[in-house]
């Protein structure tokens, strides 16, 4: 069985900055054959789609709101990946999720990914 598990939320200044992080726990994993991506909701609305990246080239993408301020990266060598977001607006305050996905296609899409973290909390005060 597969868990992931997000750190890293908190409370950040318009402006500021917050790191998140996700591990992947399982010895069914295969990393190399995984797409590991961030997706958000906040109240009231849809979860939409925040950045991926692909295992094994580390093909990242990225929602067109949050290009040139959050940087997806992952170890090759360790499971772990992480989300630095940096220049936070207050649109950016929501539950952010980590989810994998094997031989994901969509990479935007949230039902390309078959497993999910119980999210962490971004807050963005002004």
């Known amino acids: 069985q597969i868990r992931l598990v997000e750190s890293g939320g908190g409370l950040a200044q318009v402006g500021g900055s917050l790191s998140l992080n996700c591990e992947v726990f399982?010895?069914?994993?295969?990393?190399?054959?995984?797409?590991v991506g961030w997706f958000r909701q906040a109240p009231g609305k849809e979860r939409e789609f925040v950045a991926a990246i692909t295992w094994e080239r580390g093909t990242t993408y990225y929602a067109d709101s949050v290009k040139g301020r959050f940087t997806i990266s992952r170890d090759n060598a360790t499971l772990p990946v992480d989300l630095q977001m940096n220049n936070l607006n207050s649109p950016d305050a929501a539950i952010y999720y980590c989810a994998t996905g094997r031989n994901v296609i969509a990479t935007m899409i949230d039902s390309e990914y078959e497993n999910w973290g119980q999210g962490t909390q971004v807050t963005v005060s002004s």
């Open positions: 399982g010895r069914t994993f295969n990393r190399y054959r995984n797409t």
